[in-house]
T-cell receptor, first 115, second 118 residues
């Protein structure tokens, strides 16, 4: 069965430091991959997506992610953290063949940014 | 672009009341809409998938008579929690997606509805 694993339910970085949020998926075929951010009491906002083509994907707010098929990973990075990046981040996958393309979410990673 | 509006954002009501939540795609036609439930500090749990003009597909364990979903147009889906009880209190989030089934288009999310049943 397909699944998504986000390593680390909570990540804390200092302002200006590198942000690395890890995401691995389990699937026999390459999925479509997404990163979403959720601020308190709000819905989810799309940061970036990978469907086909270039494996390094740039998103909003300076985030980027790289699809590595051999590692079944789609880690999210940002070179320099801002206080405003503090939020919950969700990695998600979907499949073209599967059940109407519904998303399978990881457990989420809460990012804290220290001044 | 791709804005999804969800209303109301917060509801407090008495046990036994039915509550309707609306989800609208403002600048695109949403062939497919999804309804999620989220518990504190947890990920999203898919409740059902609805396609315009057809019956919703509910996930296992979700009571379809309890959570009524209507997707009557390409821009509006509603979730009605019938005879709500305290255990139905939660954060409900909708999402909408352009394109046909099996599309690789992303889902766009509403801001959620905080439902509190007293």
């Amino acid at each position: 069965a397909q699944s998504v694993t986000q390593l680390g339910s909570h990540v804390s970085v200092s302002e200006g430091a590198l942000v690395l949020l890890r995401c691995n998926y389990s699937s026999s075929v390459p999925p479509y991959l997404f990163w979403y951010v959720q601020y308190p009491n709000q819905g989810l906002q799309l940061l970036l997506k990978y469907t086909t083509g270039a494996t390094l994907v740039k998103g909003i707010n300076g985030f980027e992610a790289e699809f590595k098929k051999s590692e079944t990973s789609f880690h999210l990075t940002k070179p320099s953290a801002h206080m405003s990046d503090a939020a919950e981040y969700f990695c998600a996958v979907s499949f073209s063949y599967n059940q109407g393309g519904k998303l399978i979410f990881g457990q989420g990673t809460e990012l804290s940014v220290k001044p | 672009g791709a804005v999804v509006s969800q209303h109301p954002s917060w509801v407090i009501c008495k046990s036994g009341t039915s509550v309707k939540i609306e989800c609208r795609s403002l600048d695109f036609q949403a062939t497919t809409m999804f309804w999620y439930r989220q518990f504190p500090k947890q990920s999203l749990m898919l409740m059902a998938t609805s396609n315009e003009g057809s019956k919703a597909t509910y996930e296992q364990g979700v009571e379809k008579d309890k959570f009524l979903i209507n997707h009557a147009s390409l821009t509006l889906s509603t979730l009605t929690v019938t005879s709500a009880h305290p255990e139905d209190s939660s954060f409900y989030i909708c999402s909408a997606r352009e394109g046909r089934l099996f599309s690789n288009q992303p889902q766009h999310f509403g801001d959620g509805t905080r439902l509190s049943i007293l």
